[in-house]
């Protein structure tokens, strides 16, 4: 019997051009968890004691989250400058912020390149692991009531830190960050990461849409939320501490005045996510509600 030839089909080859930026899944998978356990240990701080301590454990998810989070611009200045054919310098906050200019004459480069460089400056002072000599004075319950600092000579002598740090306080001077490592807990994070949020919201609005392609998703008390805004409005309302509220406030009015219109109209960043009437941050909370938990104005959709 006589063999029939074999049928050979063809199967169709897809090939894709993928450009490799792997810095941005932390912010997106690892970051949302840390910032979580930290601000769970932060809240429980007695915030009426003068001189509160961070303890290892908020320093340690928060230390660890700022640094994944500053990964992510990076990884974004790396794509950004691919796409444009451009070659990186070794100032990532000047790059992102040429760039921003580039494509608007009106976007304030020096002011942007200020606050990009504060966040990279906290960043250092984790990974290059700045060295204090401390002396604490605590009470018998090992309450700290006084404490003195040194930065040990070798540390924080770049320009970088000499330019943006406050060297009487150990804090950044345009956001308030803090430099002393041990000292860095949720309230840092928590600023580092509206300054990213500013960052992507700027880049889809002056950038084409796949150069920074963020996506954010969440699960908060049992549902999922896919605005990182929203959910950082989240511990926004829920901050204990008065006194960081109103220094964070005031920053970020500022951040504000300077770069609200460079964000896209149609989208919520925390940045402009503010109550219409009081004018307070926070106001477009997870779950589609639109409420201000200072003065309680609130708008409700039509059923």
Not at 68 to 91: F, T, W
Not at 93 to 122: G, R
Not at 236 to 250: D, G, V
Request: hydrophobic share 35%; proline share 3%; aromatic share 12%.
């Amino acid at each position: 019997m006589k063999k029939l030839p074999k049928l050979t089909i063809k199967k169709e080859v897809q090939k894709q051009k993928l450009v490799t930026v792997i810095g941005t899944n932390y912010i997106e998978q690892i970051v949302p968890g840390l910032l979580e356990k930290s601000f769970d240990i932060y809240q429980k701080k007695d915030f009426s004691k003068k001189n509160f301590q961070v303890s290892v454990h908020e320093n340690t998810y928060s230390t660890s989250a700022i640094v994944l989070a500053v990964l992510g611009i990076e990884a974004y200045r790396n794509r950004i400058y691919y796409l444009e054919k451009k070659k990186v310098s070794k100032s990532v906050s000047s790059d992102i912020s040429t760039i921003f200019t580039n494509k608007d004459n009106n976007f304030p480069k020096q002011d942007f390149e200020a606050i990009l460089t504060e966040v990279f400056v906290i960043r250092d002072v984790i990974v290059h692991n700045h060295i204090y000599e401390l002396e604490v004075v605590s009470d018998d319950n090992w309450d700290m009531i006084s404490h003195k600092q040194k930065l040990l000579e070798g540390y924080g002598d770049d320009r970088k830190y000499k330019n943006f740090v406050n060297s009487r306080v150990r804090k950044t001077i345009n956001l308030g960050l803090g430099v002393q490592p041990g000292k860095i807990g949720f309230e840092d994070l928590f600023e580092v990461l509206i300054i990213f949020d500013l960052f992507i919201g700027i880049a889809n609005k002056l950038l084409q849409s796949n150069y920074v392609p963020f996506r954010f998703m969440k699960k908060l008390n049992g549902q999922w939320e896919d605005s990182l805004s929203k959910y950082l409005a989240y511990f926004y309302n829920q901050i204990p501490n008065k006194k960081y509220k109103f220094s964070l406030k005031k920053h970020l009015l500022v951040v504000k005045g300077k770069f609200e219109k460079f964000l896209p109209d149609c989208c919520d960043y925390f940045l402009n996510s503010c109550c219409t009437k009081c004018k307070e941050f926070g106001f477009h909370q997870p779950n589609n509600i639109t409420k201000c938990d200072t003065c309680g104005f609130e708008i409700r959709l039509l059923p």
